[in-house]
Structure formats: C-alpha cells, structure tokens
C-alpha cells in the first residue's frame, strides 16, 4: 500500500528556512513524478514544486521560484523540499504527492500532510 510520509514542518521566522522531507513506500518511488501542494487557510490547494522521476525536469510555482528547491533521493526513496526566505504567507499544510503534474491523474495519492507556520 501506498504510503507518503511528511515530516520537517513546523514554526519558522519570517526569512528563515525549513526543510521538507517525505517518506514513501508501497511503490517503485524512482518511477514516480512527485510533487508538494499546500493549502492555505480558507485558501484552495496550490501546487508548489514538482520533480520528475529521474529529477531531470522540475517545476516551481511563481510564487516560490527561487525561494524554495525540491529534490529526490531515489536511493532512500524521500522526496524533499527546501524552503528559504520564508514568508508568512508561506503558512500552510503542505503535503507530498505522487503522480501529480498539475493535475490528479491515474494513481495520484496524497500524504498526511506537515504543517508550516512562518510567524514571528
């Protein structure tokens, strides 16, 4: 069974960092795009950050780019996210999910979710 396991959210000052990392298991994680979506309070599902399997082709939302660097150990199949000069819109639940290119296709499926709060 599929699983995807967040860890690494948490509180943060605005311009600081963290860094995301989710577990996976229950599939051939190398085979697999994999992406992180966040949801804001009383805000719709944003897709932050994609990697393809082979971590040649990457996506980043505008309102990231340059913040924010996703990357994959296929070796330890984890999947992370590193995020830099955070902003307190930047808050939200963050999760990982596999087979999501901008859009839920065939095999798509969602973590737990981690949460992060940039606050001072």
């Known amino acids: 069974q599929v699983q995807l396991v967040e860890s690494g959210g948490g509180l943060a000052q605005p311009g600081g960092s963290l860094k995301l990392s989710c577990a996976a298991s229950?599939?051939?994680?190398?085979?697999?795009?994999m992406s992180w979506a966040r949801r804001a309070p009383g805000k719709g599902l944003e897709w932050v950050s994609g990697i393809s399997s082979d971590s040649t082709d990457t996506y980043y939302a505008h309102s990231v780019k340059g913040r924010f660097t996703v990357s994959r150990d296929n070796a330890r199949n984890t999947l992370y996210l590193q995020m830099n000069s955070l902003k307190p819109e930047d808050t939200a639940k963050y999760y990982c999910?596999?087979?999501?290119?901008?859009?839920?296709?065939?095999?798509?499926?969602w973590g737990q979710g981690t949460q992060v709060t940039v606050s001072s």
């Open positions: 229950g599939f051939t994680f190398s085979s697999h795009s």
């Open positions: 999910v596999k087979d999501y290119w901008g859009v839920v296709q065939d095999g798509t499926w």
